[in-house]
């Protein structure tokens, strides 16, 4: 099992920035690919950026988001920027035993979850 816990959501004014992390306990060596999604009041949950070796990103995202992670701590991360009131939604990290899918079918592992509200 592995367990992720999402911190960092906030409330940000548009064009503004702020920085997820995920830190992530127990078999991590068992979830090569760590990933975000989002969902926002009345919305399927969307994919938005993931890493196996490199990053990949929503087109809604990219050029905007940054995607890391640190093996050594466990850690994954989002930074955003450019923050859109569209943005606004809670962010979930997750983790998939399979190599680069943006699939939130294919995500085994989830956090609880952290909110971004981004205001216009």
């Known amino acids: 099992q592995v367990q992720l816990v999402e911190s960092g959501g906030g409330l940000v004014q548009a064009g503004g920035s702020l920085r997820l992390s995920c830190a992530a306990s127990g078999r991590t060596f068992s979830v090569p690919t760590m990933g975000w999604f989002r969902q926002a009041p009345g919305r399927e949950r969307e994919f938005v950026a993931a890493i196996t070796w490199s990053g990949y990103y929503a087109d809604s995202v990219k050029g905007r988001f940054t995607i890391s992670r640190d093996n050594a701590k466990n850690m994954v991360y989002l930074q955003m920027g450019d923050l859109k009131p569209e943005d606004t939604a809670v962010y979930h990290c997750?983790?998939?035993?399979?190599?680069?899918?943006?699939?939130?079918?294919?995500?085994?592992?989830w956090g609880q979850g952290t909110q971004v509200t981004v205001s216009s």
């Open positions: 997750a983790g998939s035993r399979r190599l680069e899918t943006s699939r939130a079918d294919e995500y085994e592992f």
